[in-house]
């Protein structure tokens, strides 16, 4: 009763055999006659709920095979993607490229093989608009760059090249530098070059010299040697339109509640210079996991107290008891295109200063006392007796010279009280402390002798002991009778 089913199936057969031409006629019947022996001699055993399933799976599966096959498929060409997220940036005599070697084809197939990256530069004189990129049947593609400057192998994720550039294009007239980069399979395959990404050709900024630090309340105070105090050799460009970047890494961070600049963007402002600080930059240091932060200072000692060959900023978000490295450099930027098509303002970067390490301590000391005057005066003093007394054997009283001072109260948190210190005028007189801890900006110096002149200054101390530095100088003569 199955045979119709099994004439069926190998009509089927038969008609798939003729399309490809791989079963044979005598093949066909053998199948067809040893599967109705084996279904016979099942149903004669009562094995009828086999031999159903046995033909309708048999059924199921070969007449599968009846429908028409699909178009064939063209093999792909592996061709890796184009190269995403392409930056080019001038440090030194160098142009540093970066990209992002995609782990997949223009088929979105896992790339197998070896990889080899492409680098092609072109000096141009005049804006060039990026050439679009046109779909294919094969994926995104676009035309492949020439002249090829550099070749090396590349593997997915993040790649980059270095461009080391030839004497004619490290002295200025500054012009643009475009770069592509393409990427080639095994079979020297590419699916084209990336858009062009640019630099600038040109004399880059000297580094920068003499960099050092110093910690105080304010912030980390950074110096440097200004740059029109850097001796020029002949022939060599004045630059007029440049800054210092700093970079900061957090060498032994304090705990993680108090660093702000984690995952923040703080402007820094004062009344001397203008920084710019963005968190989110990793630090080169594999010991370093914290942000690397960016700094910008001037040329031209606007820190307070800074002679004119010195240039400097202030790093007001530094934060007490942490360790922090500093490097730095110079940016001289310059604008190039054609005025009609904008122009773009490009950076050519010096080479990294040495680097220098600062640590802000926990507590700093407090600010030094301000506005100290001293005044002269008297003040009824009780005389033993026998020393003018009236009445022998009665105590008497005298005027006897003092210097009183004053000063402005420090408002600061934790300050503790003030020490006076005092040095007669006479000779070469030390300083000397004259008071104990007081707890008020006052103190009456009444150990003074008539005639005689006197300096004074005064300190101020924290609740840890640490003491300020002096307060001006204050000098007076204490009064005679």
Not at 15 to 41: F, P, V
Not at 311 to 325: E, H, N
Request: proline share 7%; aromatic share 4%; charged share 20%.
């Amino acid at each position: 009763m199955f045979s119709s089913a099994l004439i069926v199936v190998g009509s089927c057969l038969t008609q798939n055999a003729d399309r490809n031409a791989k079963l044979s006629t005598k093949l066909q019947n053998a199948i067809a006659s040893g599967w109705m022996n084996i279904i016979d001699k099942q149903w004669e055993n009562g094995g009828r709920g086999v031999v159903v399933g046995a033909v309708a799976a048999l059924a199921l599966g070969l007449l599968a095979g009846c429908a028409s096959p699909g178009p064939p498929q063209a093999p792909s060409l592996k061709l890796p993607q184009i190269p995403s997220e392409v930056t080019a940036s001038r440090v030194g005599d160098e142009v540093r490229l970066h990209w992002t070697t995609l782990p997949r084809t223009t088929d979105k197939l896992l790339i197998s093989g070896p990889i080899v990256a492409e680098i092609c530069r072109e000096t141009l004189g005049a804006a060039v608009k990026a050439k679009p990129i046109a779909a294919s049947k094969t994926g995104t593609t676009s035309t492949p760059c020439a002249p090829v400057l550099l070749r090396l192998s590349v593997k997915p994720g993040e790649s980059q090249a270095v461009d080391k550039l030839p004497a004619e294009l490290t002295t200025d007239p500054a012009r643009r530098l475009a770069y592509r980069v393409q990427l080639l399979n095994a079979a020297g395959r590419t699916a084209g070059a990336s858009q062009p990404v640019f630099a600038a050709a040109g004399a880059a900024p000297p580094p920068v010299e003499e960099l050092r630090s110093k910690a105080t309340k304010a912030g980390v105070v950074l110096e440097w040697k200004a740059l029109h105090a850097i001796p020029k050799t002949s022939g060599e460009p004045t630059f007029d339109a440049t800054s210092v970047e700093l970079d900061r890494t957090v060498l032994q961070p304090v705990a993680k509640a108090n660093s702000a600049l984690d995952s923040a963007k703080v402007l820094i402002t004062n009344d001397a210079v203008g920084a710019r600080v963005s968190a989110g930059h990793k630090s080169e240091n594999p010991g370093a996991n914290k942000p690397l932060v960016r700094l910008r200072g001037t040329e031209h000692g606007e820190v307070s107290g800074t002679a004119g060959s010195t240039g400097g900023t202030i790093d007001r978000t530094a934060q007490v008891g942490t360790t922090y490295r500093y490097a730095a450099e110079r940016v001289r930027s310059v604008a190039l295109g054609q005025v009609a098509l904008g122009k773009e303002t490009l950076e050519m970067r010096s080479l990294p200063s040495a680097e220098i390490t600062v640590a802000m301590p926990k507590e700093f000391p407090p600010n030094a006392p301000k506005g100290l005057i001293a005044v002269p005066g008297f003040v009824e003093a009780t005389v033993p007796s026998g020393e003018g007394a009236a009445i022998e054997g009665a105590a008497a009283t005298a005027q006897r010279p003092t210097i009183d001072l004053s000063w402005e109260p420090d408002l600061e948190a934790g300050i503790a009280g003030y020490r006076v210190y005092r040095r007669g005028l006479t000779g070469e007189a030390a300083w000397q402390r004259i008071s104990s801890d007081l707890g008020t900006p006052a103190y009456r110096d009444q150990s003074v002798v008539a005639g005689q002149r006197y300096a004074y200054r005064v300190t101020a101390i924290n609740a840890a002991g640490d003491e300020s530095v002096w307060s001006n100088e204050a000098v007076e003569t204490a009064p005679t009778q």
